[in-house]
């Protein structure tokens, strides 16, 4: 067993910040918004970091797709506690086209390359709210999935986890390796301390495309329109 | 008034919490990443560069991203930024609208008489940009990047450290994961001290770490008081047929009344799309309690002139903010053992141009000048003192910044007469644009802001028309543009040095002018659950860290001290 262990996380648009809908309607204003680590990821960083505390794993490796930007929120991964980072490279009309397909192509091929024993995702990215790159990576690699978790133990080469669905909360027990997502009572994620920060950079984080790990991203989806909600309507009694 | 880390000291969850704090040392650290400590950071770096020495340049930014908190009109004079970066065009500095038309008007409630603006009158705007700062700021925090200037956006400087001798050894970031009731969480970290052998602070008007420093080397003792104003600003996306590129609207007039100074601002980017950015300006040595500048601001919008710009338009970005309007009357003595004050925290803005970004960026250039001869001396001996540079101070009084700021000195408390609005722009007509400000006298300010209220029951409420959704808004949903978010489990950073003085004093006599002046929503009077009485529910969630509220508060009672970095506007090219 390696022991190591790959968390993903996702550069997001600030879940605090108004967002607004290009004027052409193909997306949303992204330039110069304010943008944060997803707070599920934040939950699976801290996650694998108290699992490496715990001496129950050996090594955290942080893997963000993304552009140039990505690279931040793989530093505020490596300041909570991760080792080392691996920078997917996907930038312009790819990074736009960017889904979850693509994405567990690419973790996948990760795991197989860096021989990782878990996969640690959180459950959904907030701006599209897909809730699906954690249950297709599992699927691509033939591992068991722990989703929605809010507590995981590792149990020998066995891991305990309790999920929670709509009946309450499910105890389930799967073989490892395997892909866990973190629902929002797993953990409260540490801060990224400026000590901590400084001590990031002196982390490596490698850069790779897409293609040098034999992944094509091109999208089988068309965005035709991209639309404000519509104006609340006045209620009637 | 308890400090959160006197609060957590007398928990008993003592024990298990970590109390030492890690600490790292560079040359120079630099509180603030706005243009003044970036103009400062790249100065350093240039030297150091040009000199073939090592300077470790650490700038600590409470803004989560560089750029995030600054708000500003704003039509820049390009003068200080030439001087530190001459190639600044082909590096791509966001300078895009250079200004083609120049209107300036007095409103009356109807109608608009414009006013020529006659070359040699300070608004006169030939030769410059209109700019939104805030890229402005991050273009410039990206150069200061490349020269390897270390940034720390996200960490808020909360206290200032001290030598044995007193001069000033650094400063410390907050200690974060502290809940609302001071007691420490899980997740609860120590901050961390960053030592330097200088330290600038360059934290924007009215700094709450300048404040402390004020009082412990009594720098103020030989100015006046500073003298403030409100700013709030919105961002549009206007009809493409109402927008003119490179259009520079300012007018006095109404809705303020002769005797309350302030007046707004228009201006027409140049960027490739129809965006317009506009704003009102209030002097906070208002008397009326019932003031509000943030209604003051919605209905100017509605003026025949100003409204059919707007109309068909969108608007997509809201913030406010302090600015100081003291001129060189109020600045306070610039250095002391360890430290230096740069940019509009001690306050150089020129009131009647309405710019304060070059002189912020010249005072930055030159404390950088002043430090590095100093820095790099073989006799250095830092180790248990910091180092007093007065030379800044001296280089700064016989620069082009003292010399425009000398000009323009009694226009603003000019202000101060009977015919107040109109005294103002007769003095300015005579003594400034004929006389070039070379009168023999300087006039004083009348005293601190917060003095200036009158008991409410000596004033009239204000009516204000409802806000129509279009042209004008409610508070709440100007707030939500600004995008401000600070974690709610924190001690709230809005502090009360007296609790009871709030219903007792400032809803007593004032009828809560805080509910009013504050440009976020953050102080409401609401009643008690037990139904006698009222109280001051603080929304400090809401901040959008403008300091109005420091400065206004007629008792003086408010303290705002800085919140977990990182928290405050997500404001995006204000």
């Known amino acids: 067993m390696s022991g190591r262990v790959l968390v993903g996380v996702k550069r997001v648009i600030d879940y605090a910040v108004k967002i607004r809908v290009k004027p052409d309607n193909t997306g949303v204003v992204t330039d110069g918004v304010k943008h944060s680590m997803n707070p599920f990821c934040e939950i699976a960083v801290e996650e694998a970091v108290k699992l490496k505390e715990k001496k129950l794993i050996k090594e955290v490796v942080a893997v963000s797709c993304g552009p140039q930007q990505s690279q931040e929120t793989i530093r505020t991964a490596l300041a909570m506690g991760a080792d080392r980072g691996i920078h997917v490279d996907v930038s312009g009309k790819d990074y736009e086209n960017l889904g979850p397909l693509q994405v567990s192509k690419i973790l996948a091929a990760l795991a197989k390359q860096e021989d990782a024993q878990l996969i640690l995702l959180g459950k959904q990215a907030i701006d599209d709210d897909c809730n699906q790159t954690g249950q297709m990576t599992a699927a691509l690699l033939d591992w068991p999935q722990g989703t929605f978790a809010s507590e995981v133990s590792l149990e020998g080469d066995k891991i305990n986890l309790v999920r929670e669905i709509d009946g309450g909360l499910e105890h389930i027990k799967i073989n490892t390796p395997a892909v866990i997502t973190a629902d929002l009572r797993l953990n409260t994620p540490r801060y990224a301390t400026l000590p901590n920060i400084m001590k990031a950079k002196k982390k490596k984080i490698v850069t790779v495309k897409p293609a040098d790990l034999g992944v094509d991203v091109t999208s089988r989806l068309e965005v035709l329109k991209v639309e404000e909600p519509p104006q609340r309507q006045a209620g009637r009694v | ?574």
């Open chain 2, 1 to 574: 008034f308890i400090t959160p880390l006197a609060l957590v000291l007398s928990d008993t969850h003592l024990k298990s919490v970590e109390m030492e704090r890690f600490a790292d040392e560079a040359d120079v650290v630099i509180v603030g990443g706005g243009p003044a400590g970036l103009a400062a950071a790249i100065r350093l770096k240039q030297l150091a560069n040009k000199h073939e020495k090592e300077l470790r340049v650490c700038l600590v930014e409470k803004a989560p991203q560089i750029g995030a908190h600054t708000l500003s009109g704003a039509c820049l004079e390009p003068s200080a930024l030439t001087e530190l970066i001459p190639d600044w065009k082909e590096r791509g500095a966001p300078l895009n609208t250079p200004v083609t038309e120049d209107v300036f008007s007095i409103l009356t409630e109807k109608y608009r008489i414009p006013v020529p603006i006659l070359p040699g009158l300070p608004m006169q705007n030939h030769g410059n940009y209109i700019v939104r700062m805030g890229n402005l700021v991050r273009w410039l925090g990206e150069q200061a990047e490349e020269l390897g200037v270390e940034l720390y956006p996200g960490y808020a400087a909360a206290e200032v450290l001290f030598h044995e001798d007193g001069s000033v050894k650094g400063i410390a970031t907050n200690d974060v994961g502290i809940a609302k009731d001071g007691s420490p969480k899980d997740i609860f970290e120590r901050g961390m001290e960053l030592h330097a052998k200088v330290t600038l602070f360059g934290e924007g008007c009215h700094g709450h770490l300048a404040k402390q420093l004020y009082n412990k080397f009594n720098l103020r003792e030989n100015c006046e008081p500073q003298t403030y104003a409100i700013g709030l600003k919105e961002l549009w996306m206007i009809d493409e047929k109402k927008w003119r590129p490179g259009r520079v609207e300012h007018s006095v007039g109404w809705p303020l009344d002769r005797n309350t100074y302030g007046g707004s601002f228009l201006y027409h980017l140049n960027e490739g799309e129809p965006l317009v950015a506009l704003g009102f300006v209030v002097g906070l040595d208002y008397t009326n309690p019932y003031l509000s500048p943030f209604r003051e601001f919605q209905r100017w919008k509605h003026h025949p002139f100003v409204a059919p710009t707007l109309e068909g338009g969108q608007r997509i970005a809201y913030g406010a903010r302090a600015l100081n309007e003291g001129g060189c009357q109020s600045i306070p003595k610039l250095t002391f053992p360890g430290g230096l004050l740069i940019g509009c925290s001690p306050g150089f803005m020129n009131v009647p141009k309405i710019k304060g970004t070059h002189t912020a960026m010249k005072s930055g250039m030159l404390a950088a000048e002043a430090i590095f001869p100093k820095l790099t001396a073989e006799t250095l001996d830092s180790e248990t003192a910091g180092l007093h540079v007065p030379e800044y101070a001296e280089n700064l009084k016989n620069s082009w910044v003292w010399k425009e700021l000398y000009a323009v000195r009694n226009i603003r408390p000019s202000f101060h007469n009977y015919f107040g609005l109109y005294g103002g722009m007769i003095y300015t007509g005579i003594f400034y644009w004929i006389f070039r400000g070379k009168e023999p006298w300087t006039l004083k300010h009348c005293g601190t802001d917060a003095n200036q209220l009158k008991p409410a029951k000596e004033c009239t409420p204000i009516e204000y028309p409802k806000p129509d959704g279009k042209i004008s808004f409610d508070l709440l949903s100007s707030v939500a543009l600004s995008g401000t978010n600070h974690e709610g489990d924190q001690p709230p950073h809005l502090t009360l040095k007296d609790d009871s003085i709030p219903v007792a004093r400032n809803l007593g006599i004032y009828d809560g002018p805080e509910q009013r002046f504050c440009p976020a929503g953050v102080y409401e009077y609401v009643p008690l659950d037990t139904g006698n009485g009222m109280r001051l529910q603080i929304n400090a969630q809401n901040c959008v860290h403008c300091k109005t509220c420091d400065i206004k508060d007629p008792s003086q009672n408010i303290n705002w001290v800085v919140p977990e970095g990182g928290g405050g506007p997500a404001y995006n090219g204000m």
